[in-house]
C-alpha cells in the first residue's frame, strides 16, 4: 500500500508560478511511475505529467508541456510539479497517483492510490 499526500496548491494570478509536491508512504516509493493529473469542475480527470522511477523518462500533456516540470527526489520519496506561466484554464484540483500498469503513461485507469488533491486556481 502507498499513500499520497498533495500539497502546495493555491490561488494565483495568470502568469504565475506554484510548485506542488506529492509526498509518499509505504510501499518502496522509487520503484514506481509517478503520475500527475487534474480534474475541472465538470470534466473528465487528465493527465498532466508522468515521471519514471530514475527520472530519465518524462511525459507531459501538450498543454502543459513548456509550462509544466515533473521532477522527484526518491531519497526523499516526493515526487513535484513546477508550474509556470498558469493560465485560468489550468484550474483544477491536481492529484498525484502510482502507475500500476504498464501500458501507457496517460490513462488515469492505469494508476492507483490517488492521494486526495490539492487545488489550484488561477484568476485571470
Known amino acids: 500500500q502507498v499513500q499520497l499526500v498533495e500539497s502546495g496548491g493555491g490561488l494565483v494570478q495568470a502568469g504565475d508560478s506554484l510548485r506542488l509536491s506529492c509526498a509518499a508512504s509505504g510501499r518502496t516509493f522509487s520503484s514506481y511511475v509517478m503520475g500527475w493529473f487534474r480534474q475541472a469542475p465538470g470534466k473528465e480527470r487528465e493527465f498532466v505529467a508522468a515521471?519514471?522511477?530514475?527520472?530519465?523518462?518524462?511525459r507531459y500533456a501538450d498543454n502543459v508541456k513548456g509550462r509544466f516540470t515533473i521532477s522527484r527526489d526518491n531519497a526523499k520519496n516526493t515526487v513535484y510539479l513546477q508550474m509556470a506561466s498558469l493560465k485560468p484554464e489550468d484550474t483544477a484540483v491536481y492529484y498525484c497517483?502510482?502507475?500500476?500498469?504498464?501500458?501507457?503513461?496517460?490513462?488515469?485507469?492505469?494508476?492507483?492510490?490517488w492521494g486526495q488533491g490539492t487545488q489550484v486556481t488561477v484568476s485571470s
Open positions: 497517483a502510482v502507475r500500476v500498469a504498464s501500458t501507457n503513461y496517460y490513462s488515469p485507469a492505469n494508476y492507483a492510490y
Open positions: 515521471i519514471s522511477w530514475s527520472g530519465g523518462t518524462l
